[in-house]
């Protein structure tokens, strides 16, 4: 141990073998690695430094924290602070993360690695970091009043441990919990095997992304904490459909994507086109012989999948969650159904009673991306994107994966909507007006032992309205 190492080693309270998290003294401070920030939303391209022997991982408009390598530990810098986060185009949320983003960067490193972790806190109030799923010294864990005490606003402590299992893992506050994460507090850290690891494939393409939702009323800006089911942001690392980046691949890559799930609700995944199976868990990867196909993956409330396909079809597959109201953007909406109701005259009337109504939603709520609605300042539209054919009418927690054949190894940018090759596309057919059946029934088709005289037609309309999603 040199002697610089020793006076960090003493200076921030760490000792060899009794680790304990501490807080760094000001002549530490200045030895501490520089904070790298970043304010660009765009999915930055993957980290990877000149001795990695990994596939790094790409974050979904997000980037990977640069670390410095000091007497053979890998030193990082956190700074836990308010952001201001672009959630969609022309919607910006005031939010809480680290170096200048919500989520925070992902940590990436390898099986065995020594890793040093500074976190400044320059938020309001007082915070701390637990490292998800991680094995480490009780005393790392980060649980304030518990394992630590909570760093308070400006002061800066250290966290250093061992890498010790490959895998994906989560970092988040354990002070004052719901607000902090309320307010977008939460990040990706993601272990490589430090050799080839019988249960983790070597992968072509590797991405990642946090599932957090908000609730942000449209108008404002700052998320309401003391929310408890009713978020209206249905968010992937902080940005909102058509807010979020694609997942570009070539033809034939190996594709795994790891998703962490930091709201508090289940969200079903859903890959179109492919058949995927779950490698991983935050518990670490699942034993080959366990896992079956699926097109859609349940991920719980702190949980991590890590999801892997062939992806052998070219295209542009819809990637979302399968809760409709998640696929949505907010909307200050106290609507009820109306499928199928006249309003014709009852407008107006209507709009005495609810302020702010309007005549929509009589053929579903498609009209909607069509309509010219007033929308309110700093808030996305409930259901939008371009597509090539129109409006996607999504929002909220929904991407695309292209699968391309020309896309090169390791290229990650946007290519132009798919090519289809000629015949291939759904399309209107030309028909009769009033097409006939080919026969009344069904000549196999049991008949009813008693028909009823009356038919009987349920109109279904749902008497109450709901806020958010
Ligand atoms: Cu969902």
Redesign the pocket.
Known sequence: MNKSRRNFVRMAGITGGAFSVAAVSKYTLANLPEPVERTDTNTQPPYQPEDANYNPVVTLNGWTLPWRYKDGVKEFHLVAEPVVREMAPGFKAHLWGYNGQSPGPTIEVVEGDRVRIFVTNKLPERTSIHWHGQRLPNGMDGVSGLTQPAIEAGKTFVYEFVARRPGTFMYHPHADEMTQMAMGMMGFWVTHPKVPHPAIHKVDRDFCFL?SSYDIEPGSYTPKIMTMTDFNI?SWNSRVFPGIDSLNVRLNDRVRIRIGNL?M????IHLHGHEFEVTGTDGGPTPPGSRWPEVTTDIAVGQMRQIEFIANEEGDWAFH???SH?AMNAMGHNVPTLIGVDHRGVAEKISDLIPDYMVMGERGMGDMTEMEMPLPENTAPMMTGDGPFGSVEMGG?FSVVKVRKDQAPGDYSNPEWFNHPEGTISHEIEMDENPRRESDAGSGSMRLAKVSEETIEVKVRKPKSHNGH
């Open positions: 599932l249905w709201t609700t289940n969200h079903p969650c399968h809760k998640h927690m």
